[in-house]
């Protein structure tokens, strides 16, 4: 049993409130653990760059989340929710991406719209994004770089901000990108630099 008093002052007067806690029963149950945000972004983004059908059990059903699964249906993959976490992709493959008629808005998802550029730099298709105020003040350049040094072409906003255009390259991009591991392959803008190398069909090496 632990006892404690809370003291509250009141008008210069101090009320003074005891507070008694006693053991109780054993707790017991199941709790389901929601899905993790980096992971559902990365699950849905490589699923649309599969070939076929692919069912992602436990995704984050979080509006960052929610933006890239409308993003990837906009780039022309199927996307469809089964259930409550329970989703399923049918991909195009490599090289497969569509050139979506309207901007892709990422709303405030930093990771959403860095992955979505590596997933697109290689594609023949010309994408335009944008982002909610907060995400328009954050500066990309951190993604723009290292795709530029693979040869995709951004046109942004002053400073690398939203919204911006990423075009098919005037070239097939570099197959060799020395920095796309500088930060370790976890961190956001590195993997959008991976995805982009991974999806180039002549290959690519990384150097860490």
Same mark, same amino acid.
């Given at each position: 049993?632990?006892?404690?008093? $809370?003291?509250?002052?009141? #008008?210069?007067?101090?009320?003074?409130?005891?507070?008694?806690?006693?053991?109780?029963? /054993?707790?017991?149950?199941?709790?389901?653990?929601?899905?993790?945000?980096? %992971?559902?972004?990365?699950?849905? =983004? =490589?699923?649309? #760059?599969?070939? @076929?059908?692919?069912? $992602?059990?436990?995704? &984050?059903?979080?509006?960052?989340?929610?933006?890239?699964?409308?993003?990837?249906?906009?780039?022309?993959?199927?996307?469809?929710?089964?259930?409550?976490?329970?989703?399923?992709?049918?991909? *195009?493959?490599? @090289? @497969? *991406? /569509?050139?979506?008629?309207?901007? $892709?808005?990422?709303?405030?998802?930093? /990771?959403?719209?860095?992955? =979505?550029?590596?997933?697109?730099?290689?594609?023949? %298709?010309?994408?335009?994004?944008?982002?909610?105020?907060?995400?328009?003040?954050?500066?990309? #350049?951190?993604?723009?770089?290292? &795709?530029?040094?693979?040869? #995709?072409?951004?046109?942004?906003?002053?400073?690398?901000?939203?919204?911006?255009?990423?075009?098919?390259?005037?070239? $097939?991009? &570099?197959?060799? =990108?020395?920095? !796309?591991?500088?930060?370790?392959?976890?961190?956001?803008?590195?993997?959008? !630099?991976?995805?982009?190398?991974?999806?180039?069909?002549?290959?690519?090496?990384?150097?860490?």
């Amino acid at each position: 049993m632990t006892r404690m008093v $809370i003291v509250t002052k009141l #008008a210069g007067q101090d009320t003074r409130v005891p507070l008694v806690s006693r053991s109780g029963g /054993t707790l017991t149950g199941e709790a389901r653990v929601p899905g993790d945000k980096s %992971i559902s972004h990365r699950a849905l =983004l =490589l699923s649309a #760059a599969a070939l @076929g059908e692919t069912r $992602i059990e436990g995704l &984050l059903e979080g509006g960052d989340v929610l933006g890239t699964a409308a993003a990837v249906r906009a780039l022309g993959a199927s996307v469809d929710r089964l259930g409550e976490g329970l989703w399923q992709v049918r991909g *195009q493959g490599v @090289g @497969g *991406q /569509t050139e979506p008629a309207e901007v $892709i808005d990422c709303g405030n998802s930093g /990771t959403g719209v860095r992955l =979505l550029c590596g997933l697109v730099a290689s594609q023949p %298709i010309t994408v335009f994004f944008t982002g909610d105020a907060s995400l328009r003040r954050r500066p990309m #350049a951190r993604v723009i770089d290292p &795709l530029t040094r693979m040869g #995709a072409r951004f046109v942004a906003r002053e400073g690398g901000l939203l919204p911006l255009a990423l075009t098919w390259p005037a070239a $097939i991009l &570099l197959p060799v =990108l020395e920095a !796309a591991t500088a930060g370790g392959l976890l961190f956001q803008p590195r993997w959008g !630099a991976v995805l982009a190398a991974a999806f180039l069909v002549t290959g690519a090496v990384l150097f860490g």
